[in-house]
């Protein structure tokens, strides 16, 4: 299978920054995708920011020109680097990857999102 564990998230200031990583690991074949989702209390869970194994990305409009998202293949890691952040970034912030995993016995496994267990961003004075 395919684990995903974020770290980085925190209390800060706004107009602060912080930068979120998410490592994968398990027996992974592929990575087709890996990205940032956000949920805040009594919302939608939302995308904030993809990147494909190919180095495209995409963004959610809120974000635009203070997130930057980027990957380190070697590491099977992404990260999410928030500049300028603002009350309403709060969230728990979610790292989600589309990829398989190879096993002896049945070889690579289709592929499948996976997702990891949060961490928690505030935005306060």
């Known amino acids: 299978q395919v684990q995903l564990v974020e770290s980085g998230g925190g209390l800060v200031q706004p107009g602060g920054s912080l930068r979120l990583s998410c490592v994968a690991s398990g027996n992974i074949f592929s990575i087709k995708s890996m990205g940032w989702y956000r949920q805040a209390p009594g919302k939608q869970r939302e995308l904030v920011a993809a990147?494909?194994?190919?180095?495209?990305?995409n963004y959610a409009d809120s974000v635009k020109g203070r997130f930057t998202i980027s990957r380190d293949i070697a590491k099977n890691t992404v990260y999410l680097q928030m500049l300028s952040l603002k009350p309403e970034d709060s969230a728990v912030y979610y790292c989600t990857a589309i990829a398989n995993y190879y096993s002896a016995s049945m070889g690579p496994s289709p592929l499948d999102d996976y997702w990891g267990q949060g961490t928690q961003v505030t935005v306060s004075s």
């Open positions: 990147i494909t194994s190919g180095g495209s990305t």
